[in-house]
């Protein structure tokens, strides 16, 4: 699904460079897939 697609790509950009823009784009991805 293009849903955990997404995921994993935010994953590897937060394990790339650890911001904290990384981590509210993760956070609204996990919100996103729930």
Do not use: D, W
């Not at 937060?14 to 729930?34: D, G, H, N, Q, Y």
């Amino acid at each position: 699904s293009p849903q955990y697609k997404t995921g994993g790509l935010t994953n590897k950009k937060t394990k790339r460079t650890f911001t904290p823009e990384s981590a509210i784009m993760r956070k609204a991805v996990s919100t996103l897939t729930c």
